[in-house]
């Protein structure tokens, strides 16, 4: 995710937050210093996909609708399945409609526009978040986990979390905004949320994904 070490970004968090909060310091200090998963094994609009299959889910939950959806398929490419004509054979997967509407809407976008994974990599981070919130379904927390565990990007803060952001609010202050506060740990800001979710022990979604 950078090429500074995981042991200097803990460094770089701890002297950050050594003038602002005690708590947040002495926080950082027990949990540290942490790895960034990355989860860019697999094409883009693929794991986009089964992330969307597995959000607001347990982990357990999420693998096994996940094992029925790559069943139904029968052998057939994931993304050739998703397509309208299959919205009742995924819906019988476990998957919400909400969520099979979105999967069927990544899928067309691929084939219309293309969602090419070294394509979107190149994008500044406020154009390719852009590109993903245009997807029916996709709103900006996912897009921000896009952008932290699938393309690394080292400094994105998720105020739309509630576990990072109150997190955070409790190891500072309720009356000062998480975004202000947030700014002081640039350019590591995906790597304090990392911190602030092993804190609350409450994984994002997109870390569920393997």
């Not at 609708?65 to 995924?90: C, M, Q, Y």
């Not at 947030?182 to 979604?205: C, E, G």
Request: proline share 7%.
């Amino acid at each position: 995710m950078t090429s500074m070490t995981h042991r200097a970004v803990h460094q770089h968090l701890i002297d950050a937050a050594a003038d602002l909060s005690p708590p947040l310091e002495a926080a950082l200090v027990r949990l540290g210093p942490l790895e960034f998963p990355r989860r860019d094994s697999q094409p883009f609009p693929h794991y986009l996909c089964r992330a969307i299959g597995g959000q607001q889910i347990s982990v357990k939950a999420a693998q096994s609708i996940w094992n029925r959806v790559e069943a139904s398929a029968a052998g057939k490419p994931l993304l050739d399945h998703f397509v309208a004509d299959n919205t009742d054979t995924l819906r019988a997967c476990g998957l919400s409609g909400a969520k099979t509407k979105t999967i069927i809407t990544i899928a067309d976008t691929h084939r219309e526009i293309g969602l090419d994974t070294d394509e979107l990599r190149a994008l500044p981070v406020p154009e390719r978040t852009a590109r993903l919130t245009a997807i029916w379904g996709v709103g900006q927390w996912t897009a921000d986990m896009m952008n932290m565990f699938y393309f690394g990007e080292p400094d994105i803060w998720p105020d739309g979390d509630v576990a990072a952001r109150k997190t955070l609010e409790r190891l500072t202050s309720k009356r000062r905004k998480t975004v202000r506060t947030a700014q002081r740990f640039k350019p590591y800001r995906s790597w304090l949320a990392l911190y602030m979710w092993a804190h609350a022990d409450a994984p994002p979604d997109g870390q569920a994904v393997g």
